[in-house]
């Protein structure tokens, strides 16, 4: 993320005339933390996964360090510590923070009492268990040696034993040991998370005043993150950026600015299905010797192959030069032979014809993986509105706890090791993404269509809190055949 942060800087410099570095990232924007309790933060480093965005309504980050608390607390480690929910409860004020005395205040105060990074179990086990600075090292060791089951045990009977010879509890020994062994199933140094909240906040920063610069960027430094650049041109589109499709007098290999009534994002050649950098460069060196005016020129100047041409074309690439996709394609074919009877009369041309709304939005999935005319769920809105099926807008006005259905291709699905074997799976439709949660027996029932459809229908209860919004799925439908032609790929991680 940090090569994709600098990038920005370089295109605000570029297009806005403002240096900018992380030193000089204005601190602390108000605009922004509201920005970011929204859970507005698609392609935003460290806190755009689904379990992030869930938590950041809840724990409303306002300051930098709750940043480093955010990106430190959604780890298998604070959540198999069981350190979570108090953590929140105490933040939200429904629970009071108390330490036995002045020494674990030292230690757990910034945290509101609950162990959250690394250094801070470290430092327990010394005033609280009587643990040499050797022996906490062996520590830090085994909480390191997280893969490795059962080594963090080893420290048990020392650390409650050095608690009870402290005057602490029995109880609250066991409750300190559960929340350091949960470390180690992967917990976070502080150092870490504190240079990755610089990063969180910065990239926040940047998305919230530049959001062309920051979806162009961010695309420019793909494959990373859990978003395609197909819902990162939605996300940026849903900001009031405009986007224009790629073409042959414009692009260049990465996306770029063009002023329109504001900066818009040009989509660049990397967008491209299959066309090569090397050809994509070999387009741009020809198109600064003088604008390309025909087809026919564009043909003669760039001796591209039938190949490239036709790739070209079927990306929409000739607008400008005002062929249509069909039209172009048509004449990137090789030439037929001519007839061996001199005396036929060629054949009058028929005229090709238009292609649909929903051929072209094939077409542009085909060749970019995203349109920027209609989302593919468009075209089938009047049959899912039949069975009141809910769009994603409709989601967040519908009442909580009814039954409903929702429909969308499938973005990602997600199954963490601390789920206890839920998959989250995110669909997206005209209006938006939309959140679904599966348990183990839905997902085994609809083992099938749950794991390879690339769209589905979903019939659950719907379940909205902070405004976090999920449908608990208990039935899956495939949609694939209905959508096939889009051939979209969902991201997972499992």
Known sequence: MLSAIRKCFDMVKKHYNRPLSLATVPAEDPLVYEMICQADTIGVFQIESRAQMSMLPRLKPRTWYDLVIEVAIVRPGPIQGGMVHPYLRRRCGEEPVTYPNDKIKAVLGKTLGVPIFQEQAMKLAVV??????????Q???????WRKSGIIDKFHAKLTQGMLDNGYTSEFAEQLFNQIRGFGEYGFPESHSASFALLVYASCWLKYH?????????INSQPMGFYAPAQLISDARQHGVDVLQADVNASEWDCTLEMRDGWAIRLGWRMVKGLSETIANQLVACRNKGRFTSYDEFIRRTQFSSAVLALLSDADAFRSLTESRRTAFWKSLPAQEESIFETEAPEPKAPLPVMTPQQQVIADYRTTGLSLRQHPMAFIRGDLSKRR?????QLKTAEPDRRCQVAGLVLMRQRPSTAKGITFVTLEDETGPMNLIVRVDVWERFHRVARQATAMLVTGTLQSKDGIIHVLADRIEDLTELLAEVGNRSRDFR
Not at 128 to 137: H, L
Not at 139 to 145: F, I
Not at 210 to 218: I, N, R, S, T
Request: net charge negative; charged share 15%; glycine share 10%.
């Open 139 to 145: 520590l830090r060791r085994a909480m390191g040696a």
């Open 389 to 393: 099926v809910l769009c994603a807008e």
């Open 128 to 137: 609280a268990a009587g643990f040499t600075p050797g022996e906490a090292d």
């Open 210 to 218: 530049y959001p062309a610069v920051f979806a162009a960027c961010v």
